[in-house]
Structure formats: C-alpha cells, structure tokens
C-alpha cells in the first residue's frame, strides 16, 4: 500500500462510495434551506446493496462517530444511548421510498454542507456546467460522519465533502434535460 493510500484510509470517519452511487435530490450548485433553516448544499446517495464494501465502509464510519461522540451523545444524561437506539443516516429504501423505483434495492444516505462541494468528473477535473450535475447521474461521494446532540435530538449525521461524477444516468424526478429534448434535428410537426 502506498503512502497516499494509507493517508486517505487513515480517518475513519470518512467514507468514498462506490462509482455506482446514484446522486438523487441533487442540491450542489446552490444552498437551499428546507423549513426556514439554515441553506445548505445537499444530496441523496442512492447505494445498491450489492456494493457491500461501501456499506460496510458506512457502518463502520457510523460506529466510529458513535465512539467518537460518546460525550456529546451522553450530554446532561447519566448513560450513552445505545448506538441502536439513534438516528443514524443509513436507510433502507426498500422500507423508507417503496413507492420510488429509484431507491429500490439500495440504502441511501442524505448528506449535506454549509459550503458548497468540490465538483470533478472522472478525471478529477472540475465541472464548472451546472446541467452536467443533476439528480440521476452517478458517482462517488466523498462523506464524513459525526455525533450530533442538539435541541433534544441526538444521532449520527452526514456531512457533504465532494463530488464526482463517473457517469450520466437517466434524470430523476421526471424532468428531462434540455440536451436531450432537443438533440434531434427536427421536429416533423415543425417543418409541416
């Protein structure tokens, strides 16, 4: 192993997924609040369950931020919650969506930031074209776990580092994409 592969497996609260997550929801290019709270830049990682490394990879970075927490989790109690008993991001879309085909036979994670993610392509150069990045495409994310305690509520949370686009997928949420509406030469009803 090289040195650059140890440095990257060397904090286990982060997590790189597989190249066939699927980003849903996809709000990268600008913050948005939900509720009146504070604007963030957020998205939905569709995981299959047949990538069991990456899973694996998120439980173990679950447990470690549940480890790392303890005393923010404790806070003003006498005990830990047990880990079991939290919100954790990790869900089964089987169970949560069973109505949206999207998310059928896969977990899915919410992850979000206050700044906004790092964007490349499968080159790791930059994508500055905002239609490249929609919800639907797929590709890796870089995320982060951490314990949080607050206003009464206490769990395990996902933060948002960077993105990277492997491949197109079809768009989700039922919107097709300008390229693609408009990629034939014309339309018959138009010449007649």
Known sequence: MTKQANKINSNPLKVIT???????YANVWEPKSINGSMPKFSVSLVIPKSDTRTVAKIKAAIAAAYQEGEAKLKGNGKTVPPLSALKTPLRDGDIERPDDPAYANAYFIN???ATAPGIVDANCQPILEHSEV???VYGRASISFYAFNSNGNKGIACGLNN???IRDGEPLGGKSRAEDDFATDLDEDFLS
Not at 18 to 24: A, V
Request: aromatic share 12%; charged share 20%; net charge positive.
């Open 163 to 165: 993105l990277q686009k």
């Open 134 to 136: 929609y919800s639907g």
């Open 18 to 24: 597989g190249p066939d997550t699927r980003w849903s």
């Open 111 to 113: 992850a979000n930031s």
